[in-house]
């Protein structure tokens, strides 16, 4: 069974930093999508950074803030992390880890304010 948990969200103000962590177990194969989505109130859930294989992917609106991440080296859990840089009040919202776009974690609150 494959569950995906995340961690690491909070309240920052704007400017700055947070890293999210997804701790993946269960049977995980790098040439599918694994990544990170957000989703902020009234909006619909949106890519926010990727890797497939060893490709990154990222939204535009983020890109040169944050950093997608991983470590694999345990055999047993897969670890995702993202490092959000310079954050914005926009950057507010739920973030998601997922898994070939089918698996999903219980989210992680982001919230930038001052």
């Known amino acids: 069974q494959l569950q995906l948990v995340e961690s690491g969200g909070g309240l920052v103000q704007p400017g700055g930093s947070l890293r999210l962590s997804c701790v993946a177990s269960g049977t995980i194969s790098r040439i599918y999508a694994m990544g990170w989505y957000r989703q902020a109130p009234g909006k619909q859930r949106e890519l926010v950074a990727t890797f497939t294989g060893d490709r990154t992917n990222y939204a535009d609106s983020v890109k040169g803030r944050f950093t997608i991440s991983r470590d694999n080296s345990k055999n047993t859990v897969y670890l995702l992390y993202l490092q959000m840089n310079s954050l914005k009040p926009e950057d507010t919202a739920v973030y998601f880890c997922?898994?070939?776009?089918?698996?999903w974690g219980q989210g992680t609150q982001v919230t930038v304010s001052s």
């Open positions: 997922n898994y070939r776009g089918v698996y």
